[in-house]
């Protein structure tokens, strides 16, 4: 299941929604709104989402996700409009019978999530100023290393 | 000339200043958009992480773009 | 943070414990009863801690994970006495500025936490026999490609 | 002779019949300790992944014991 929620992303259901009684194992990956970026202090930030495309992209990430490393369950939601420091942005859970599949599927989707998804990031720093994150650099970084945020 | 609607999004819509035109262009493929579009609105963003969708699909720059076709043009995407 | 429970896990409380602005990105993973093993249909585990010892050992594992993989904050619980199948057996959470350490991090402690710390299980099957699970299968597993459950 | 006292874990305690005895025993390592304690309890666990740790340290099996020592003989693991 992939959804994009304007609302407060409900972790401990989400959770729930995963129980199986075949499951060994779940990995969970949770992107947090941080207080700085490349060393600007930020405020809060903004998500912009093309809901058609990002629904259909992130059913497509969970499906190869499953390919690649068979897993039970899982789910992803991401966050659009506006969040403060310590919100949760997006939300990966995989469960399978080993850990093995469930850590590896979750880190392909949220790989995969960060780097195809119609989505888009507006930051509000301290000074007033805001800025679209650009995000090249992760493409690149993720490109070497799987890295970003 | 085809009849094009295209549609911005994040920086794209902020440079352009609207969300949404329908365009008569001279145009084949999706890129050609992109850079018409692009001098029509005096921006300079590079393609390099740019990527496009026809009527809600994702494609390659060079797909054909028809009369009636709505192209969404997406900046460098930044989820998560 | 490591800790030995003879209760239910607060999963909710632990990752709320981990709350941290500068945090970009939180790595869980939960180890959870299944329903069989190895082809035998289980019906509940028993875990025998020494505690002295699992609490050295597992806190010792946190601060190597922190050298290899900086993070911002981590915590594992892990239980002991008698699980029922669904019940979570063991919580490792990893919070840091990417999620590159978060998920490196999160591996690397249950990987440990498995292999090193004095902690046994004993299966109670369908048929009404039980067993003290070995785990030389795991630990030769563990060797190749770090998985188990 | 050394005065020992062991103390047994999980299925070694099952083995055993008991989680804890002080014996007088002809010792000088931890291994020593596995060694003739199995033999006491006809047990035939291989050594492979079993651990051991004296006074609530683990140490190599080729660690010295002294007399007072407790020794905690643990069979293979397997948390999580």
């Not at chain 1, 202090?41 to 903004?46: D, H, I, Q, T, Y």
């Not at chain 2, 920086?11 to 999706?30: D, I, K, P, Q, Y």
């Not at chain 2, 958009?33 to 496009?52: A, D, N």
Request: with cysteine; aromatic share 8%.
């Amino acid at each position: 299941m992939f959804a994009i929620s304007d609302e407060e992303i409900p972790v401990g259901d989400l959770r729930k929604g995963l129980t199986d009684s075949g499951a060994g194992g779940l990995c969970v990956f949770e992107g947090w709104v941080r207080n700085e970026n490349d060393g600007r202090a930020v405020n809060r930030l903004e998500y912009e989402v093309y809901e058609p495309l990002a629904i259909q992209e992130g059913t497509k990430v969970l499906e190869e996700a499953k390919q690649k490393f068979p897993f039970l369950r899982a789910s992803c939601v991401h966050r659009s409009g506006l969040l403060e420091i310590g919100d949760c942005a997006v939300w990966v859970g995989v469960v399978a019978p080993h850990r093995e599949e469930a850590f590896k599927a979750c880190r392909y989707i949220i790989d995969q999530i960060k780097n195809r998804l119609p989505i888009w990031k507006k930051e509000h720093y301290a000074d007033g100023d805001s800025d679209w994150v650009n995000c090249e650099r992760c493409a690149n970084v993720n490109a070497q290393s799987g890295a970003g945020n | 000339m085809k009849n094009i609607t295209v549609r911005y999004f994040a920086m794209f819509r902020e440079h352009a200043g609207l969300g949404e035109e329908t365009l008569s262009l001279n145009v084949s493929t999706a890129l050609d958009v992109f850079e018409q579009t692009r001098s029509r609105h005096g921006s300079s963003e590079p393609i390099g992480h740019c990527k496009v969708a026809v009527n809600d699909e994702m494609v390659d720059w060079s797909s054909a773009v028809n009369d009636g076709d709505t192209v969404l043009l997406f900046p460098p995407v930044a989820g998560g």
